[in-house]
């Protein structure tokens, strides 16, 4: 058949006329943007009238690739023709509750998963300083790094490093180091600048601060509420009967006589006759540190304002000195025989609930809460319970006692008494724990004996610090065992703070060879130095073992978990550390000079397991050993101390 003849006058758009000269019907397919137009010739005869052409618009989805039209599916009519056909009803009910079914059994198999599963173990919500060992620097004897003799910012800087990776602390205790007046850390005459003498300038102790905050360190710093130096401003203006500042001090008008019988820490009389104001000031120290009315709001806001200024800064905390000694008895004609009046005062404790909740407020977020800890030597009983408060009066986060007790005389029944005082059951009295400080004998010199053994007991000391309930405290040295120096004056503190000991060269490391320190090292300096302790072949030094024990502290039991103390001999202190389905430890110590066997029983007065494994030996045997304690005791010699892990219970 010949092909009909179609001619396309101009372009393919509307009003294009076809012409159809055969009589047989025609389809034509044009491109119309993208569309198809079908073009039907329906005249079956010759001759075909154009009336007859028919146009359709053919959607090109629908066309298959042959240039067949494709399925589009069934018509609505079609469609319900099947709707109540009985196989598909069924079918379709049949799809419907198969997928409830499914459902359900998901839902209640996620039920039975979630109820059957292994609970995690509940962690309290310890805050920082719960959790890290505090490391506490008296900075004019910890290092100089400008042979001037004295202690200074560049020697703590370069000795940071020690503290943070060989003794594994994060946290730094800095006494204070603010402007004085040269005689004492007492005699403060600007709390918000750094004395000359740290070689520092606030700005750059201040960017110190932001480079150890970014590092995970804490920095804590000595507050000093209770006295100032006569030379501070604040004094000065107060002597002279400033209408602002007549009331900073506690005055007494009585003429020539003493005011009352108020005493001195010393027990010397508390008061001292001021020429130029005419009237006598109060002092619980020395008469060079005249005492502040903190029963005075504007005193109040002084002390905030300087807690503002450094938290401001950086700081994560502070120790609050002479916490006892705050606020005496506004009423000066009141006697004070017993010392009631002047230390212990009910008036601390509203202060306290004061400064608390300046430190909340900079408390805003996890990892960053603000510290008020306080160190108790005459704190009565009742009065070291109320200093941290309760419900809505909190007050000091740690009550942080010093174990003075601990010494060479100091057996099994002196350590459970000292232990059982420090234990309390209460979540919200955490304690600090301190061997000494910069005030008291180091522990080191106190555990001496002509036995020489006192290292040994020292490693007892560390045990009971660091794995006790409670924050360790350690003051610089006594981690390796720094004695007291010997020192003649009637400075007698200043045996105590003694230059840092860090080898066996002249000045021990604190200095230049050729400098005179402030204060001369002790004389022990070359046994007894952080040189000599990194370098030792044995694991049983102080310095070793402590540094193992904070490791040891980071786990959960030894955090948070209960304690229970015996003591089934009179050389014997067993007690464990329990927290709910994690490991647990039981810890033996042997307090005395001679061997003990400690049979299955006593070592049961403490409740454990049959087995377990040592993780801790003071002289390094059987570590890593598994003991079965059912038919098997232990033997300690002097002074060892044994910890056994033992498996989490349900």
């Not at 009237?279 to 008469?287: D, K």
């Not at 002509?450 to 924050?471: E, Y």
């Not at 360790?472 to 105590?496: L, V």
């Not at 070592?603 to 040592?614: F, M, N, R, T, V």
Request: aromatic share 10%; net charge negative; proline share 5%.
């Amino acid at each position: 058949m010949p092909e009909p003849d179609l001619s396309l006058d101009g372009a393919a758009n509307e009003g294009t006329k076809i012409n159809l000269n055969e009589s047989n019907t025609t389809t034509v397919h044009l491109d119309l943007d993208e569309s198809k137009a079908h073009l039907i010739n329906s005249n079956g005869g010759a001759g075909g009238d154009r009336d007859d052409l028919k146009t359709a618009i053919i959607d090109p989805t629908s066309v298959s690739s042959d240039g067949e039209l494709s399925f589009n599916g069934l018509g609505k009519e079609e469609v319900m023709r099947y709707a109540n056909d009985p196989f598909w009803v069924r079918l379709r009910w049949i799809l419907f509750i198969l997928f409830w079914v499914g459902w359900l059994a998901m839902l209640v198999t996620a039920v039975v998963i979630i109820v059957l599963a292994p609970r995690c173990p509940p962690r309290p919500d310890l805050k920082w300083y719960q959790t890290e060992t505090v490391y506490q620097v008296y900075p004019k004897s910890f290092k100089d790094s400008n042979d001037d003799g004295v202690g200074d910012f560049g020697g703590l800087t370069e000795k940071l490093s020690y503290i943070t990776t060989d003794l594994g602390i994060k946290a730094i205790w800095i006494s204070s180091f603010f402007v004085t007046d040269g005689k004492s850390s007492l005699g403060v005459i600007d709390h918000k600048d750094i004395d000359k003498s740290f070689g520092t300038t606030l700005d750059e102790f201040k960017g110190w601060l932001k480079k150890l905050r970014k590092e995970g360190m804490k920095v804590i710093l000595d507050l000093i509420p209770n006295q100032t130096s006569k030379n501070h401003t604040w004094f000065l203006k107060s002597q002279q009967n400033d209408e602002l500042y007549k009331d900073y001090y506690v005055w007494a008008n009585a003429g020539g006589n003493l005011p009352n019988d108020w005493l001195t820490v010393d027990g010397k009389p508390a008061w001292t006759y001021d020429t130029s104001r005419g009237a006598w000031y109060f002092h619980q120290f020395s008469e060079d540190y005249p005492d502040l009315n903190l029963s005075n709001e504007l005193v109040k806001t002084e002390i905030k304002d300087i807690m503002k200024f450094w938290m401001e800064a950086g700081v994560s905390g502070f120790h609050i000195d002479g916490v006892e000694y705050l606020v005496e008895n506004p009423d000066v004609k009141v006697p004070d025989p017993d010392r009631s009046q002047t230390r212990n005062y009910v008036g601390t404790l509203s202060l306290l609930e004061e400064l608390r909740e300046v430190a909340n407020a900079y408390s805003d977020k996890p990892g960053r809460e603000k510290l008020l800890f306080g160190t108790v030597e005459h704190a009565n009983n009742n009065f070291t319970q109320e200093l941290w408060g309760s419900g809505d009066k909190k007050r000091l986060h740690i009550v942080a006692p010093i174990l003075k007790d601990l010494s060479s005389a100091c057996d099994a029944g002196c350590i459970k008494t000292t232990v059982d005082e420090l234990l309390t059951d209460k979540d919200d009295q955490w304690l600090g724990i301190q061997l000494g400080n910069q005030n008291i004998p180091r522990i080191a010199s106190r555990l001496e004996h002509n036995d020489g053994r006192f290292k040994s007991r020292l490693i007892v000391a560390h045990t009971l610090q660091l794995l006790l309930p409670g924050t360790p405290f350690n003051y610089y040295g006594d981690e390796f065992g720094q004695r007291n120096g010997n020192i003649s004056s009637n400075k007698e503190m200043d045996n105590y703070r003694t230059p840092m000991q860090w080898n066996t060269q002249e000045n021990a490391g604190f200095t230049g060879k050729d400098v005179k320190p402030w204060l001369p090292v002790s004389a022990e300096y070359k046994s007894d130095n952080v040189q000599a302790s990194l370098a030792h072949f044995s694991d049983v030094t102080p310095f070793k073992a402590f540094k193992r024990l904070v490791k040891l502290r980071s786990r959960e039991s030894f955090q948070w978990g209960k304690t229970m103390v015996c003591s089934p001999q009179d050389n014997l202190v067993i007690f464990t550390r329990k927290a709910t389905r994690f490991p647990y430890f039981l810890t033996v110590i042997n307090t005395g000079n001679g061997d003990v066997h400690v049979s299955p029983e006593e070592l049961k007065c403490a409740p454990s397991k049959d087995e377990g494994q040592i993780v801790f030996h003071s002289r390094d045997k059987q570590l890593g050993e598994t003991l079965d304690f059912s038919g098997q005791g232990l033997q300690l010699d002097p002074f060892d101390i044994v910890i056994i892990e033992f498996a989490a219970e349900d």
